[in-house]
């Protein structure tokens, strides 16, 4: 972890202008009747996870560069994902992967506790073979011909479970490779029944407080079919396997055209929308940091939440889920984090009354423009002052450099071959 003190002499010379900034924009949002402390109280309070494998470099099907200081498993993961909220205070949870993050739960707790961080979602991984497992899931894996390499599918995903309970989880996600890359190759009716039949049986070993998250993608690995490939089918399955199953929206995974905060509101209305792995893209599955890209459309998926605030059952968990090739994965995760965050002080920002009667009276312009008006605000300084009061950083990117801390990991850590990437 940073000395608390890097943190303070970080802030010092800084707080002078972001206080005078917070008020500049305090003044402007009251003369639009918004109180600018009750939006910062609202963004204080608003946390999204990391993904245990986001800290380490990614990849792509070519290659791999690993950066200095990669941590080697998963309790360097959690020190980074400490530092993360600590500077950030905004990523309060750490979302594990098994068996890439398989360790005694109670070192997790201990783990967790020093660095300040809780456990969200489990994610179960049946679309790599792992040391030691008998089935290979080459030909898939929840849906596979093979009843015994379902099985073993199936006992995967109930040893989550049991690893998440003892950490105190309660959530699972699935994400399945599984489809084809040859007409004919299987028969979709069939193959859609055996992933039904194996999920039910998941479902089945849920704790009655848990979740059940299924992912959907459109491509990749399989390229002429993929299993659970839109929200369509996503709700399917959660409506056949219960009131726990919900469906999470991963941005990177529909069609470059698709438009993703209407998904958003139809899971909504029919109260199936689990969560998000949020990122970026611009041709697919690009896993950029999230707002790289189109930050306007994440303001437009946050505009459906926060209009859906109060609606009975509604509580969508948020997650980042990107990789990280060029950049220090540490530094990309809290812009990305703080991305999230600005897309939903905007949202706040939104004068609904008026977005409604502009939509009742059919006036396309200035209900474009109340968005509009909201998006165009710059929210920075509220940001800023929700890590300051929280004992975060200001500018959490140059207190993070600032601190040295890569360099004392790059120091302590050897570099390991093959560890810690992976695109979800
Ligand atoms: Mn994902």
Known sequence: MIDQSVIAEHNAPREADLRADYDAL???LARRGIDIDAVRR?????????????????????ARFPGPGEPRDVFDKLDDCGVIHQLTRATPRVSLHIPWD??????????AEATGLAFDAMNSNTFQDSPGQT???????????????RAQAVEHNL????????????????????GSNFPGQVDFTRQFDRYLDTMRQVYAGLPEDWRLFTEHKIYEPAFYSTLVQDWG???????????????????????????????????????KLGGFHFNDSKYGDDDL?????????????????????????????????????????????????????????QALLVDRAALAEFQEANDALM???????????????????????????????????ASGYRAKVAAERPELSGAGGGIV
């Not at 946390?47 to 990849?59: D, K, N, Q």
């Not at 929210?379 to 959490?396: F, T």
């Open 26 to 28: 305090g003044a402007g």
């Open 159 to 178: 040893d989550c479970i049991e690893i998440g309970r003892a950490i105190g989880s309660r959530a699972l996600t699935v994400w399945v490779g599984d």
């Open 367 to 401: 209900a474009s423009g109340a968005l509009k008006a909201a998006f165009r605000t710059d929210v920075e300084p509220i940001l800023a002052m929700a890590r300051l009061d929280a004992g975060g950083a200001i500018d959490p990117v140059a207190a993070f450099r």
């Open 135 to 149: 089935g290979s899931y080459k030909f898939g894996s929840l849906s596979h011909t093979d009843p015994a390499i």
């Open 233 to 271: 089918t996503n709700y399917l399955i959660a409506q056949e396997l219960g009131e726990r199953a919900f469906c999470l929206v991963d941005l990177g995974h529909h069609a470059p055209t698709v438009n993703i905060e209407m998904i958003v509101s139809r899971l909504i209305r029919f109260g």
């Open 102 to 111: 398989r360790a005694d739960p109670a070192d997790l707790l201990a783990r």
């Open 42 to 62: 609202e963004v204080a309070g608003y946390g999204v996870a990391i993904p245990s494998w986001g800290v380490g470099t990614g990849g792509t099907r070519f």
């Open 289 to 345: 940091d999230t707002g790289a890209i189109d930050p306007y459309r994440l303001f437009l998926v946050f505009n459906e939440l926060v209009g859906a605030e109060g609606t009975p059952g509604f509580d969508p968990a948020h997650m980042l889920d990107q990789s990280h090739n060029v950049t220090d994965p540490v530094e990309s995760l809290m812009v990305s984090a703080a991305e999230v965050q600005r897309a939903y002080a």
